[in-house]
């Protein structure tokens, strides 16, 4: 972290992706919630939908039409499972995908859950100038993806770069 510079508060949109969960019982939307508020960033909306492509990729294109919206989480839909379909229904808005994020989710996942991160479909990108994560449903793993990977990313302080830093170039052609 670098004190010369000022954090800057980011808006985030936090989608659930579930079949089983609604606001009474969902964890994992609610603990990035939490995570990203503490941070200090602003929680721009957090909504629920079942895992169905066209409902998600419904509400991601409307949250990255938003030009006051800088990010966009996604929790639950990323296994194997034939209901899972979260990468399938974002990866075509992505104009950029950021492949590290995967690779380096699985590697710290591997860690904790061992060979079982092979089913973590994790991915990344950047759609119309924001950034889009999309995480496992399990509550361990977006406390992993947040703490150990995203919330770095997303604070102006940390060197020596990072994704704030970029958000004015996104748009570049």
């Known amino acids: 972290m670098s004190e010369e510079r000022d ?3 980011l808006d985030i949109a936090v989608l659930t992706v579930s079949d089983s969960r609604d606001e009474a019982t969902d964890k ?8 990203l508020t503490e941070d200090g960033h602003r929680l721009a909306e957090k909504t629920i939908v ?6 998600i990729r419904e509400v991601v294109s409307r949250w990255i039409a938003d030009e006051g ?4 989480l996604t929790t639950g839909g990323t296994g194997v499972t034939g209901r ?3 990468p399938e229904a974002v990866a075509p808005l992505l104009d950029k995908v950021i492949d590290g994020f ?3 989710f699985r590697s710290l996942s591997y860690q904790t859950i061992g060979t079982s991160t092979l089913q973590s479909r994790a991915i990344a990108g950047v759609a119309n100038g924001t950034y889009i994560f999309c995480l496992p449903g399990s509550s361990g793993a977006c406390k992993d993806a947040w703490t150990k990977l ?21 748009r570049e052609k």
């Open 7 to 9: 954090f800057i508060p």
């Open 28 to 35: 994992s939307g609610p603990l990035l919630v939490r995570y």
């Open 50 to 55: 079942p895992d169905d492509k066209y409902r």
């Open 150 to 170: 995203i919330s770095t990313q997303l604070d102006y302080r940390t060197r020596p770069c990072n994704l704030v830093e970029l958000m004015p170039r996104l």
């Open 84 to 86: 899972d379909g979260t």
């Open 102 to 104: 995967g690779e380096t």
């Open 69 to 72: 919206l800088q990010v966009v």
